[in-house]
């Protein structure tokens, strides 16, 4: 899909984005101890990484399933070997181009045939909203819980005037959609519809044990894929820091203005690990190692698109 690659503005957002990427890392390279990071990523622990890669691999598969339960719900029928084909693809398109939602969007319109685009975006949609929201809320009760708590884990002001805001607007959502709901109109029935769709895939009686369990199961395996990637570099980080550090770490990515996240995730890494006791330098290498295991366990999802270019060659 080719989702504005002929538009010059498309273009130059791209290049602003790859361009924002480099300046961040090189700035945090000579800002955070460049060469420590690397003699830290060179004495990686294999034993580590490889744990890491196993529980980003889980972790995708898992969020295939979670994407063909969720579609399903809304009429799409497909195989759970075309799921895991499709995700790895769209992982490999977002990894590539800026922006972090164009293979995504690609999956979307691939799966439209037997409910209509609409239907299929709101099931990628979804599936991806379902697992922000788990590790939100995992982040937000680890603060609750931490907060203020003898012995647990310390929330500097800065931090905490950057997670107080963001938890009270995400907390809030659910409170604006609801009141949505009492505009008249076009507005409420498209609001009617769109909540009917959410509930019938995620939050009805006998879908939403599901969706608890796959949604426990890939954030488990993406915040430990990070904390594995920060013991494989020196850091050991405690259970209360992988659940209330590492999400806001991760949550950076969401931001559009580099390309995956690499530079902004960085940053954040290299801010809070001295929360938890670490050197600057030594979130910089974590998260690099996690930017590098992930690029590796999206390699296997090449091998259809090879496949596929072998046989229209013949």
Same mark, same amino acid.
């Given at each position: 899909?080719?989702?504005?690659?002929?538009?010059?503005?498309?273009?130059?957002?791209?290049?602003?984005?790859?361009?924002?990427?480099?300046?961040?890392?090189?700035?945090?390279?000579?800002?955070?101890?460049?060469?420590?990071?690397?003699?830290?990523?060179?004495?990686?622990?294999?034993?580590?990484?490889?744990?890491?890669?196993?529980?980003?691999?889980?972790?995708?598969?898992?969020?295939?399933?979670?994407?063909?339960?969720?579609?399903?719900?809304?009429?799409?029928?497909?195989?759970?070997?075309?799921?895991?084909?499709?995700?790895?693809?769209?992982?490999?398109?977002?990894?590539?181009?800026?922006?972090?939602?164009?293979?995504?969007?690609?999956?979307?319109?691939?799966?439209?045939?037997?409910?209509?685009?609409?239907?299929?975006?709101?099931?990628?949609?979804?599936?991806?909203?379902?697992?922000?929201?788990?590790?939100?809320?995992?982040?937000?009760?680890?603060?609750?819980?931490?907060?203020?708590?003898?012995?647990?884990?310390?929330?500097?002001?800065?931090?905490?005037?950057?997670?107080?805001?963001? &938890?009270?607007? =995400? +907390?809030?959502?659910?409170? #604006?959609?609801?009141? %949505?709901? !009492?505009?008249?109109?076009?507005? /409420? @029935?498209?609001?009617?519809?769109?909540?009917?769709?959410?509930?019938?895939?995620?939050?009805?009686?006998?879908?939403?044990?599901?969706?608890?369990?796959?949604?426990?199961?890939?954030?488990?395996?993406?915040?430990?894929?990070?904390?594995?990637?920060?013991?494989?570099?020196?850091?050991?980080?405690?259970?209360?820091?992988?659940?209330?550090?590492?999400?806001?770490?991760?949550?950076?990515?969401?931001?559009?203005?580099?390309?995956?996240?690499?530079?902004?995730?960085?940053?954040?890494?290299?801010?809070?690990?001295?929360?938890?006791?670490?050197?600057?330098?030594?979130?910089?290498?974590?998260? &690099?190692?996690? =930017? +590098?295991?992930?690029?590796? #366990?999206?390699?296997? %999802?090449? !091998?259809?698109?090879?496949?596929? /270019? @072998?046989?229209?060659?013949?």
């Amino acid at each position: 899909m080719n989702i504005g690659t002929r538009r010059p503005g498309g273009r130059l957002i791209r290049a602003l984005q790859v361009m924002v990427s480099l300046a961040l890392l090189a700035v945090l390279w000579r800002a955070v101890g460049g060469q420590d990071a690397l003699r830290s990523l060179a004495a990686a622990d294999p034993r580590w990484l490889a744990l890491a890669f196993v529980a980003l691999s889980l972790q995708t598969l898992l969020s295939a399933v979670r994407w063909r339960v969720t579609a399903q719900r809304l009429g799409q029928r497909f195989t759970l070997c075309r799921a895991v084909s499709e995700y790895y693809l769209s992982q490999i398109v977002n990894q590539s181009l800026p922006g972090g939602m164009v293979g995504d969007v690609g999956r979307a319109v691939r799966a439209r045939h037997q409910a209509g685009l609409m239907r299929a975006t709101q099931g990628v949609i979804f599936e991806r909203l379902s697992g922000q929201v788990v590790i939100f809320l995992i982040m937000a009760t680890t603060f609750a819980v931490t907060y203020g708590m003898q012995g647990g884990l310390y929330w500097p002001l800065w931090v905490r005037s950057i997670i107080v805001p963001f &938890i009270l607007i =995400g +907390l809030a959502a659910p409170v #604006v959609f609801w009141l %949505g709901g !009492l505009l008249p109109g076009p507005q /409420r @029935r498209a609001l009617d519809s769109l909540w009917s769709a959410l509930h019938r895939s995620l939050l009805a009686r006998d879908v939403l044990p599901f969706q608890i369990v796959l949604g426990l199961a890939t954030a488990t395996c993406t915040l430990s894929a990070f904390a594995f990637c920060a013991r494989a570099t020196g850091t050991d980080l405690s259970l209360a820091e992988v659940l209330g550090i590492v999400p806001l770490i991760l949550f950076t990515m969401l931001i559009p203005i580099s390309v995956s996240g690499w530079g902004l995730r960085e940053g954040a890494a290299a801010a809070l690990f001295p929360v938890a006791g670490a050197a600057a330098s030594a979130g910089l290498a974590a998260s &690099i190692a996690y =930017g +590098l295991i992930f690029v590796t #366990v999206l390699l296997p %999802g090449l !091998l259809p698109l090879v496949k596929n /270019r @072998r046989s229209r060659a013949h």
